[in-house]
């Protein structure tokens, strides 16, 4: 358990880290900012450390040793031996020199220590989460199981009212029947971004990186976090060529299609997910960078 809480912590100080540097990077492309979440997943996920001759991140924390400070480490065998009775000797009672301590069985450790019952919390807690994804990826591929093919990895069906996009493997993207123009097009345009930017590969692998992590909150803020940025560095790929009217019309298919979900979930990428009324503001308010706002941003996020 210590090098799972020791990346847990690790990845908690990293988190909080990108979430101050978004404070300042409003005015920069959420691609950026995605790149920087990538830091916090290869802590979630790397159990070794980094050592570079300057860092943010504490070294009591990144060698374990605060949390091993916290959490120390308990020596059954010991503790039972500490407690044992210590036989009183008078002179009555001759000392032999093969005498052997024998604990008696009352004081004998009873139950499953503290590590033990961490580590089974910390196993049913993961297990519940990802049952609670697989349920739910399975109950929406029952439900799309009779979509139609209308193009190339376009489905449409009558069971779903938002279009998005499924699959790890093979990416396809599903709509919901009669879904009139212009939205149409800028739905594929969004979820065709999608894939190109690998999207569905990388949601999933936070949300099971985030699994392993279950008991950390700052994780859970950072993966809400995470795909909001990635839904809105989509629409920035997507209305970066746009004029006014294209603009307009892309907040407006967010307006008619927006929903946000009940919890966090690794799939699907939905078109209107992730807090629509902040899409449609940041894609209204969206300018174009200057190629010196992009070199500082970069330059101070590999710092």
Request: net charge positive.
């Amino acid at each position: 358990m210590y090098p799972l809480l020791t990346m847990s912590l690790t990845a908690a100080i990293a988190a909080g880290v990108v979430m101050v540097l978004r404070l300042f990077l409003k005015k920069v492309p959420r691609w950026i900012t995605c790149l920087l979440w990538a830091v916090v997943l290869l802590r979630m996920l790397c159990p070794g450390g980094f050592s570079l001759p300057v860092s943010l991140m504490p070294e009591t924390v990144s060698s374990g040793a605060y949390v091993e400070r916290v959490l120390p480490q308990q020596t059954p065998a010991a503790e039972a031996q500490a407690t044992a009775p210590i036989p009183a000797t008078t002179t009555q009672t001759p000392v032999t020199e093969k005498t052997t301590p024998v604990t008696p069985a009352a004081q004998q450790p009873t139950g499953p220590d503290r590590d033990t019952v961490l580590t089974i919390l910390w196993a049913a807690g993961g297990i519940a989460c990802l049952a609670w994804g697989a349920i739910s990826y399975l109950r929406l591929r029952l439900r799309i199981a009779d979509a139609i093919l209308v193009e190339k990895n376009i489905y449409e069906t009558d069971q779903i009212d938002s279009p998005f996009v499924c699959g790890f493997f093979r990416p396809r993207i599903y709509l919901p029947v009669g879904l009139a123009e212009p939205d149409r097009r800028y739905v594929l345009l969004h979820e065709q971004a999608h894939i190109r930017r690998r999207d569905y590969m990388t949601k999933p692998l936070a949300y099971v990186a985030l699994c392993f992590h279950w008991f950390n909150p700052v994780l859970w803020l950072a993966y809400h976090l995470f795909g909001r940025d990635i839904e809105t560095a989509t629409d920035q790929a997507v209305i970066r060529s746009f004029g006014r009217t294209d603009t307009a019309g892309y907040a407006a298919a967010l307006l008619h299609l927006g929903h946000k979900p009940s919890f966090p979930r690794a799939v699907p990428l939905a078109f209107g997910e992730e807090n629509p009324k902040h899409r449609i503001r940041s894609v209204l308010s969206y300018k174009k960078p200057a190629f010196w706002v992009l070199f500082v941003a970069v330059v101070a996020c590999l710092a």
